[in-house]
């Protein structure tokens, strides 16, 4: 995943730029950069590694140093950006957000005039490099962000720093945001809308699907109109989010309240304390004992001064052991107890098995697992989410596999994800028997629509019933 913030101001705007993508930390694991400019000194930029230290930590030098009114930057997982690139545009910094799954037609065909990539170790190319690279196929930037558009497979938002202001597009269909603030001295562009509340900033809006403004230190301007559909990642909500963020004017901490207090109505447990999985997991679970009457409480907790969110291996079973060893139980809370525990999502299962184990080895009488979204079927194809990873990872298609074999068509896949049918209820069997929980029931996707409060046909779905 990543994020991104831009600032436009008529005073230096390092410091909203540097304080702004540190608030997107938790979006990010492996890479952060921010690129300025100055009517003075021109363009400057600085990319860090961030895997084994916090973006403060790794930027610290460059928020003193460099200096300028306009300026974006970003977190990323995956490609090192914001990238600077000299064209027939002139010279401009670019980041994005997005997932492009056509990269290799589109570089075969741009190759054919003449031009070249830069290979990463992984030997693909540079998504945000590729963008750049459609951006100049066109005689403007308007045209060229339009094209890029339209022939990417996926979805790709984007922040633009030019000489003249600060470009953003949102991807075609909405599936990420991007949000506008306001201040006396300036202006902000942001993934999340919380980044900026404490710069001194105030919400001037959000820009609809395939919107293309250009922000300078007077103001906002849009030049491409919004387009009438939107297809917004649900799973925003329900986990990427940070619980101070609103998307389409939605509450993430509100909306899971509301899954919890869906997931309650519906169950028939009667646990003697509810917790959530740090972090995602606690809101999810205040909503779940706030309906239920069960109270809420935290058996464990996550030990995290020393463990940030970005110390963590790309390796899995690396990664997994971690996550064991940032839980601390609290043996008071757990022996004897039945618990019921919310996490935001089962993907692979390993850590949530491990979790439960956990509990259980410290004295725990049952442990009832309420996942706060539906099962995941599908990988997204959308956006670079690592929690919708590759399909046959998903413990839900593991289970398929075993009841259906290789291949399973779409058909038999809806049966799966029809929580009213025999072949649904019979994979949760087999999930809760897999992992070792008392009992399972996952959030319902209409339940989970409503939760969320907007149209259902706005929202993107996919990765829980393959819809596009």
């Known amino acids: 995943m990543g994020g991104f913030f831009g600032a436009a101001s008529k005073d230096d705007c390092v410091f909203d730029l540097f304080f702004g993508v540190d608030y997107h930390s938790h979006l990010g694991t492996r890479r952060a950069g921010m690129a300025v400019y100055s009517e003075d000194e021109g363009f400057d930029k600085a990319i860090h590694n961030i895997e084994n230290a916090p973006f403060r930590t790794k930027f610290t030098k460059e928020s003193n140093s460099m200096h300028g009114t306009l300026g974006i930057g970003c977190i990323s997982d995956f490609e090192a950006q914001p990238i600077l690139v000299r064209s027939h545009h002139g010279t401009f910094a670019i980041t994005t957000v997005g997932k492009i799954n056509n990269a290799d037609e589109i570089v075969e065909s741009i190759i054919k005039s003449n031009t070249h990539f830069f290979e990463m170790q992984n030997g693909e190319i540079n998504p945000t490099e590729l963008v750049a690279a459609i951006i100049n196929q066109k005689e403007n930037f308007i045209d060229g962000i339009r094209y890029a558009q339209e022939i990417i497979d996926g979805s790709m938002s984007m922040l633009i720093l030019t000489p003249k202001g600060v ?71 329900i986990y990427y989010g940070y619980p101070s963020s609103s998307y389409e004017g939605i509450s993430v901490e509100k909306m899971r309240y509301n899954c919890g207090q869906a997931l309650a109505r519906r169950d028939n447990v009667k646990p003697d ?196």
């Open 273 to 468: 304390i509810v917790a959530g999985v740090p972090d995602s997991g606690i809101a999810h679970a205040v909503g779940y004992a706030n309906e239920s009457g069960v109270p809420f409480s935290r058996p464990f907790v996550k030990y995290t001064p020393t463990w940030p969110r970005s110390f963590m291996p790309t390796h899995q079973s690396k990664r997994n052991l971690i996550a064991k060893m940032k839980l601390i139980p609290i043996h008071d809370l757990i022996e004897g107890k039945s618990l019921l525990l919310i996490d935001d999502s089962i993907v692979r299962g390993t850590q949530l098995r491990e979790t439960t184990e956990f509990l259980y080895s410290s004295g725990a009488k049952e442990v009832h697992i309420r996942p706060a979204c539906p099962p995941l079927l599908y990988g997204c194809k959308y956006l670079n989410f690592s929690r919708s990873t590759s399909e046959m990872e998903l413990i839900t298609r593991r289970v398929i596999k075993e009841f259906e074999g290789d291949n399973v068509s779409e058909e038999t896949l809806a049966e799966y994800a029809d929580p009213d049918s025999e072949k649904y209820q019979k994979m949760i069997d087999r999930i809760c028997e897999k992992l070792h929980f008392t009992s399972l029931r996952y959030h319902r996707l209409d339940d989970m629509i409503e939760a969320v409060g907007i149209e259902p046909e706005k929202l993107c779905t996919y990765c829980w019933n393959g819809k596009e």
């Open 167 to 237: 470009y953003a597009a949102r991807d075609k269909l909405g599936r990420t945001p991007i949000v506008a603030g306001q201040k006396e001295n300036g202006y902000c562009f942001s993934f999340e809308s919380f980044a900026y509340l404490n710069l001194g900033y105030t919400d001037y809006r959000e820009l609809g699907p395939g919107e293309i403004a250009v922000m300078t230190a007077d103001g906002i301007k849009t030049l491409v109109q919004p387009g009438k559909d939107m297809k917004i990642c649900t799973f925003l909500w």
